[in-house]
């Protein structure tokens, strides 16, 4: 079998316009994690979303019959599921420990430092808006190092998690509605029986 260029290079650049699509659409509705360089997250979304639109292309390509309808069908409900429970999980995570400080978006943690509980017991403050606030701008004086850094992970994961899952879910529906019109067109083609 050989290999031609020409075909390769307008598979990929279908599958990276998916992946554009998936990611402008992301990056619209949720904001990269307060963690790190906010490009170099976009931009490793981005290649998730191109990998992992490849591999349902061939997916695509090897069952792309009227009879695998239903199948894409579950498929795209199922990332779509995905997307909003890791996009819920993530806002979640956010409204809870993202904190806005001098315009700057900071990362808390969820447990205390023993100076940092001791300050939450005298100054009443629990907000992590305030506590931060009351910190200067550095988290750590409040929370744990060790919780931060785990946020940051779970942060991470939900936000690269959602990438995939939105590139899955919107190559499945068109794989799903690409299968039900062969079915359709199939059905039109049938002449009814002579009696």
Partial sequence: MTVRL??????????????????????????PPPVG????????????????SGLTYVAMTRWSSQRYTAIWSIVAAIA?????ATDR???GLSDRYVSVYQ?????????????????VRQSGHTRVDDLV??????PDR??????????????????YGCVPAFAIAVLAVVQAV?????????????????S
């Fill in 133 to 138: 606030f009351d910190a200067a701008g550095v």
């Fill in 103 to 119: 315009n700057e978006r900071t990362l808390t943690g969820d447990e205390y430092t023993p100076d940092g509980a001791a300050w």
């Fill in 178 to 194: 690409y299968c039900a019109s062969l079915y359709t067109r199939s059905a039109g083609k049938r002449r009814p029986r002579a």
């Fill in 89 to 91: 999980y993530y806002d």
């Fill in 6 to 31: 020409g075909a390769v290079r307008k598979q990929w650049q279908a599958l990276a316009a998916a992946a554009s699509v998936a990611i402008g659409t992301l990056t619209a509705v949720i904001h």
């Fill in 37 to 52: 360089d906010a490009k170099g997250f976009v931009a490793l979304a981005s290649f998730l979303a191109t990998g992992v």
């Fill in 142 to 159: 409040i929370w744990t190092t060790a919780s931060i850094q785990r946020l940051r992970l779970r942060m991470r994961a939900a936000y």
């Fill in 80 to 84: 779509l599921l995905a997307c909003v």
